[in-house]
């Protein structure tokens, strides 16, 4: 099982930057797919997450209207378009896969993650 993690870089305040997740391995048509990040210092928190099967979708408070997770089943492909970027969004950015989405936001129980893309905005 693989989930590779893509797509950050460095970017300046209100620019935007698009993440991309690409799951191999297994099948993961019942599984909710997580966005994650950390910033130094910090503790791994809740970013985003989208049911694989019905694409329902669930975003931290202090992303909500700037950022969009959306899959692309064909591909095995989980994105997240992130506009209006902040400084306070400085991070490494994980994506992770869980059962559901009360695994998802345990964040400790997530039994599939990926390895970290980072996203530094410059303000």
């Known amino acids: 099982v693989q989930l590779q993690a893509s797509g950050g870089g460095l970017v300046q305040a209100g620019d935007s930057l698009r993440l991309s997740c690409a799951a191999s391995?297994?099948?993961?048509?019942?599984?909710?797919m997580g966005w994650f990040r950390q910033a130094p210092g910090k503790e791994r928190e809740f970013v985003s997450a989208?049911?694989?099967?019905?694409?329902?979708?669930y975003y931290a408070d202090s992303v909500k209207g700037r950022f969009t997770i959306s899959r692309d089943n064909a591909k095995n492909t989980v994105y997240l378009q992130m506009d209006n970027l902040k400084a306070d969004d400085t991070a490494v950015y994980y994506c992770?896969?869980?059962?559901?989405?009360?695994?998802?936001?345990?964040?400790?129980?997530?039994?599939?993650w990926g390895q970290g893309t980072q996203v530094t905005v410059s303000s």
């Open positions: 989208i049911t694989w099967s019905l694409g329902r979708q």
């Open positions: 391995g297994r099948t993961f048509s019942n599984y909710v």
């Open positions: 992770g896969a869980g059962e559901s989405i009360a695994v998802i936001r345990s964040t400790g129980m997530i039994p599939y």
